[in-house]
């Protein structure tokens, strides 16, 4: 049996000795980021991502070792353990198949065929197995017994035939055999059950569905178990009925007859035997094998769908800062008003207030004269605008403010809400912003997200900024284990100021929890400002492991020592300070120095602990010490006089921002507050199997426009210029867009209109990320 290193390095296609490295450390306390970034020599350079899988696989390995534990002490306190069956269960590779090796001595409750055991026909089972020449009936004869209730020859077949039943499906290669037939040639098929077509009106491309187990994606896997869940269709699974063994009904008996050696040789006993493997197919394998296909369809679309948000919300995470500048954020309402929050470069709140340009008040040359003397005196130089109810109204407001302040200089951006509400509400809101009413936070998050979304999204529960399919209906420890991970992995990825970040990010930080985290923004509150790393290890509760997994990720501008700074980490500053000794210079006049610092060989500075891994990474962070890893923000300009769907037209070409990627496609926000899809098909003139490989949420695209279909909200684009419009790309568009409107987030979600501008990599990957298909509720004008 292999070891779990072993098995985990052969997954990875890496050394043993690099898992049990990794291992080592992830065992000692160590987090990913940490092991990634500064423990390279010691790993073999394994990367985040391979570290991350490992993580996984040694969690799924080590519980299955649990497990095997657990059925070999079962096993062997019924005094049934082999060595034959203690093999098989130690070289069992995953839980299914520990599982069907288990099953046989599985404690249950007591079954047909345990009462005929009991009764002593397990003999009579045995006899017409081995002997089909015998007659069945004549052979029971001999097992009638009035006291043991077997009162007739039929009786006895009876519980022969039970216990021949269980014995077939319950043997493990049989069930794996099957499994695989099953899966390989099943199908799934979906009915609309009767008088549900104009409630599941959404669900009606499964209205009459059925497609093979192994062409079946994950959204659509998702939407069939939706539709089930919601009691609108009925699924089934069908066998493959076309290919038979020969001589027998269907594959699936012929094969269970062919694994206890049942053959129809004509014999009295053969035509028994077989209604026996029959009877065994249809009341117990087919159930069985059917369940499990079930789960491995929902478990295979699980793993997709978290894939799928995890990777979106990395995206998102990691767009474009638009940067320390004061920025003007308007939370849209129509009765309520248009909330106004105006953060300084700090993100410092420093105005607020309520402006009612629309319904029922209609206060629009005041509103604007508000909003442009808080931008002139607050010298504000972005606008973000919550992407609610009322957004294009309170859109159409920020350009006329543009455009009759040409003085001011400002830049109007859409920004998503998904989420602003939950932190709203939130304790940390309240201690963040005492005093501010919960309407106005909202306002205030909305303006934070456009200058730092990482900073700002780090505060609301990765669930609730809404960019996956189905996501309610996965399993919560998996989403959040996944999320959690990507979240941790952005914050270190980039790095965090020390000095200004909040709570909810230093406790993304590598080593830091919530309680360590309190503690520092509190020994900050009461103390000033840190001037170094160093003066961290006087906070409460951050001891010397703490310090060693955090201090890499936690940045000091313009403190006492310039590599406070960067991303290196205090343990290297030795290495550092030999580069300076080599070099005869001081500290700041080579931090950023690239000249002199790529005429330096890496080897020359290594040593027992620092490798040339190592060195190059200190190297190329004192020449660009801090460097933020996101792409540089930007805009993109959508088409004048192009703003609702009825002014698209076939053909035209336009720019526009990628809100959503999906296994199918990539949903992009043309500016006609409906988002258009590229189907999979459409995204490059060469095949693509992954859409992320082509685009990510928050990229500026240019599209072709190939129908419009203004009845139904939907637009078909394509990124392929050459395509003729009118024309669809191939693919299941309708049920793609259903995977997208049946699951926006319960937490929070207002109707999304779309922007006239966008904040490129940055305020347009989160403004659309919460969309539902693009369905527009908003009830504009």
């Not at 006899?127 to 006895?156: D, G, H, I």
């Not at 094969?255 to 493997?277: H, N, S, Y």
């Not at 992407?387 to 040409?406: F, I, M, Q, Y």
């Not at 189907?679 to 992954?690: G, R, Y």
Request: hydrophobic share 40%.
């Amino acid at each position: 049996m292999l070891s779990i290193g072993q098995r985990i390095a052969n997954e990875l296609n890496v050394q043993e000795w690099q898992v049990k490295a990794a291992v080592d450390l992830l065992d000692g306390g160590s987090t990913v980021p940490f092991i990634a970034r500064y423990r390279k020599e010691v790993t073999g350079t394994l990367d985040d991502a391979q570290l991350r899988t490992l993580e996984e696989r040694l969690r799924y390995l080590r519980e299955m070792e649990d497990r095997r534990k657990t059925i070999l002490d079962s096993i062997r306190e019924q005094g049934k353990l082999t060595d034959e069956l203690a093999l098989q269960i130690n070289n069992a590779d995953t839980k299914a198949r520990l599982e069907d090796l288990y099953l046989p001595y599985k404690p249950k409750r007591r079954t047909k065929a345990q009462i005929a055991k009991e009764a002593g026909l397990e003999p009579l089972a045995d006899l017409l197995l081995s002997e089909p020449a015998r007659e069945p009936k004549e052979a029971a004869a001999a097992f009638v017994n009035a006291e043991k209730e077997v009162a007739t020859p039929e009786a006895a077949l009876e519980g022969a035939r039970s216990i021949l039943v269980e014995r077939f499906s319950e043997n493990a290669e049989l069930l794996g055999s099957l499994r695989d037939i099953y899966w390989e040639r099943g199908s799934l098929t979906s009915k609309v059950r009767d008088g549900k077509q104009t409630d599941g009106a959404k669900f009606s491309d499964y209205f009459d569905f059925a497609e093979p187990l192994t062409k079946l994606p994950s959204h659509r896997i998702l939407a069939l178990f939706r539709g089930e869940k919601e009691e609108i269709l009925d699924l089934r699974m069908e066998e493959d009925k076309d290919a038979a063994e020969p001589g027998y009904v269907s594959r699936y008996e012929g094969r269970t007859a062919l694994a206890f050696g049942i053959v129809d040789q004509g014999r009295p006993g053969d035509k028994w035997l077989l209604e026996t493997v029959r009877w065994a197919w249809r009341t117990k394998l087919r159930f069985s094998i059917e369940l499990d296909m079930k789960m491995k369809l929902w478990q295979l679309a699980e793993d997709e769908a978290v894939k799928v948000f995890a990777g979106n919300l990395r995206d998102l995470l990691l767009a474009a800062p638009a940067g320390a500048r004061p920025t003007l954020g308007l939370d849209p309402g129509y009765r309520t008003g248009v909330k106004v929050a105006v953060v300084d470069a700090t993100g410092k709140v420093v105005a607020t207030d309520t402006i009612y340009p629309h319904e029922p008040k209609r206060q629009w040359d005041e509103s604007l004269a508000t909003l442009a003397r808080l931008c002139r005196v607050h010298k504000v130089e972005l606008v973000a605008i919550g992407n609610g109810t009322a957004s294009r109204e309170t859109d159409k407001l920020a350009a006329e403010l543009v455009s009759k302040h040409p003085d001011l200089k400002l830049t109007k951006i859409m920004v998503s809400e998904a989420g602003a509400s939950v932190y709203s509400a939130s304790a940390f809101a309240s201690q963040e912003l005492p005093g501010l009413d919960v309407s106005l936070r909202g306002a205030v998050s909305i303006a934070r997200r456009l200058q730092d979304p990482l900073a700002e999204l780090v505060k609301i529960d990765p669930k609730s900024i809404g960019v996956g399919q189905y996501q309610h209906d996965l399993a919560e420890y998996k989403l959040s284990r996944s999320l959690d991970a990507v979240v941790e992995d952005c914050v270190n990825a980039v790095g965090v100021d020390l000095n200004t970040a909040s709570a909810p990010l230093l406790s993304r930080v590598s080593g830091l929890g919530e309680w360590v985290a309190k503690n520092i923004v509190e020994h900050r509150d009461a103390n000033g400002p840190f001037k170094t790393r160093k003066a961290l290890t006087k906070v409460s509760g951050l001891g010397p492991k703490t310090f060693e997994q955090a201090a890499g990720f936690l940045r000091i501008p313009n403190g006492d020592d310039p590599l406070d700074a960067s991303g290196v980490h205090p343990e290297a500053y030795p290495v550092v300070r030999r580069i300076l000794e080599a070099t005869k210079s001081d500290i700041k006049v080579v931090i950023g120095n690239g000249a002199v610092l790529k005429k330096l060989n890496p080897q020359a500075f290594t040593d027992e602990k620092f490798g040339v891994p190592t060195v190059k990474d200190i190297l190329s962070e004192l020449e660009k010490p801090g460097r933020d890893p996101r792409p540089e923000f930007k805009t993109a300009t959508f088409m004048e006089g192009v703003e609702k769907i009825s002014d698209l037209k076939p053909g035209m070409m336009l720019e526009g921002v990628v809100t959503n990627v999906a296994a199918f496609g990539a949903f992009v926000d043309v500016g006609v507050h409906q988002d258009g899809l590229v189907h999979i098909s459409a995204l490059a003139d060469t095949f693509v199997k992954d859409p992320r490989t082509v685009v990510k949420p928050g990229d500026i695209v240019k599209v072709k426009v190939l129908e419009v279909d203004v009845p139904r909200k939907r637009i078909s684009l394509s990124m392929r210029m050459s395509d003729p419009a009118e024309k669809r790309p191939q693919g299941r568009q309708d049920d793609n867009r259903a995977a997208f409107q049946k699951h926006r987030s319960q937490a929070e979600r207002k109707p999304a209109p779309q922007a006239q501008a966008s904040g490129g990599a940055l305020a347009d990957a989160l403004r659309r990320a919460a969309m539902t298909g693009g369905k527009d509720k908003s009830g504009r004008k």
